[in-house]
């Protein structure tokens, strides 16, 4: 027998807010670090300044990834929970104008006047605060973020991520540094863009063209930032 919980779990939606922000933290992680390691090595002929920039930029970066997913996600929590505070003083001051709303929020969805009206009484009788946070302010379990999770799955995910180009640093040959990050980073991303979007449901090829043009962009670009300002150490 199928159930609604079961009909949501197939698919994908659920997943949109740790998904989010895990793939961003990966994506981040691979092409900045790939990038500042990129970056020194045009500029250096030892291995060691390479590392100690790849390092101190791992760590930096998935500390700061955390706070601002935190931060940014904390915000817009707020946000909720004030407007859904004004919602609960608007339906104790004003009950049958907040009905009124929502009977023409599901008028405008399709429904004929008098069937809104009475699906609105309906829902306002279960739960009307409920019925009015789903559906006039837009706000829904799916729609909610944890500020926590969020901080969590996008440094985690950082780390994941530039640890990748951290191991090439590593132990690929000095000399051919710039090359080996390149194509190893590329590699990275392209099954960061499969397995994300496989998570997802969406399309593999979009996802995989659209990660690896903008970290071969950043790279470039971080190379030739080297080149031009570097100097040899």
């Known amino acids: 027998m199928v159930t609604i919980d079961n009909y949501l779990d197939s698919h994908y939606i659920h997943r949109s807010n740790w998904l989010r922000a895990a ?90 006047k008098e069937t809104a009206l009475q699906v609105a009484i309906e829902l306002t009788e279960k739960d009307a605060l409920a019925a009015h946070i789903r559906d006039e302010l837009g706000i829904n379990e799916i729609s909610q973020a944890n500020p926590i999770q969020a901080a969590v799955a996008s440094g985690a995910s950082f780390i994941a991520g530039g640890v990748l180009p951290l191991l090439v640093v590593l132990f690929a040959p000095v000399k051919y540094m710039e090359l080996c990050l390149y194509g190893f980073t590329i590699i990275f991303l392209i099954v960061l863009g499969a397995i994300s979007a496989k998570t997802g449901g969406a399309n593999i090829g979009k996802a995989i063209v659209r990660i690896t043009v903008w970290g071969t962009l950043a790279m470039g670009l971080s190379a030739l930032v080297g080149y031009i300002f570097g100097v040899n150490v």
């Open 23 to 112: 793939v961003l933290g990966a994506n981040d992680g691979i092409i900045s670090i790939s990038s500042l390691a990129i970056g020194v090595a045009a500029a250096s002929a030892s291995r060691d300044p390479i590392a100690l920039a790849t390092v101190a930029g791992l760590v930096a970066g998935a500390l700061s990834m955390a706070a601002g997913e935190y931060v940014s996600v904390s915000s817009q929590t707020d946000t909720e929970k004030a407007d859904i505070e004004r919602e609960k003083q608007e339906l104790a001051e004003m009950p049958e104008e907040e009905l009124n709303i929502l009977a023409q929020i599901y008028e405008r969805r399709g429904l004929k």
